[in-house]
């Protein structure tokens, strides 16, 4: 879905009605974009449904804080298979990586899309004490977005 205000770091009203108007019509995964920030997602696991209200910025030139990154959601999924030989998907397990967008210094228009938990610390690869904070800052959100119901 293209839906919700940009940088605002949860979803509105309007986002939350269309995610269950596509859950009450058969949808399981509702994944979101337009913020440029991370929103919460959130995995219905008894109801097998999950909703990602934005997953931020994957590539992205943006470089203020909260807009230099975004995540990667990982579904694991089940075959279930009944003894008449019918079958069904569930999703097992959800979780996500979160990324940060880096820039060289000095470089202009190349950009690297890093993943935040190996690259926190990284001081070869990273140039910079303001890069490698800007990359920690994605790093950060994590707190932010787990939340159960089950909220990933």
């Not at 979803?11 to 009450?24: E, G, I, R």
């Not at 109801?47 to 694991?76: K, P, W």
């Amino acid at each position: 879905m293209h839906w919700g205000q940009e940088y605002q770091s949860f979803p509105n009203t309007w986002q939350k009605k269309v995610a269950d108007f596509c859950f009450k019509h058969g949808a399981k995964i509702v994944i979101g974009a337009h913020p440029h920030v991370l929103q919460p997602m959130e995995w219905r696991k008894d109801e097998d449904q999950l909703v990602a209200y934005s997953l931020g910025n994957f590539v992205s030139g943006q470089r203020e804080r909260y807009r230099n990154g975004g995540a990667m959601i990982h579904i694991d999924l089940e075959k279930i298979v009944l003894p008449d030989s019918t079958s069904s998907i569930r999703m097992k397990n959800v979780s996500y990586s979160l990324a940060s967008v880096y820039r060289e210094p000095n470089v202009r228009r190349t950009y690297y899309i890093l993943p935040v938990q190996q690259f926190e610390n990284d001081t070869t690869f990273v140039k910079g004490s303001g890069a490698l904070d800007m990359i920690r800052q994605s790093g950060a959100t994590r707190v932010l977005y787990i939340r159960k119901r089950t909220r990933i």
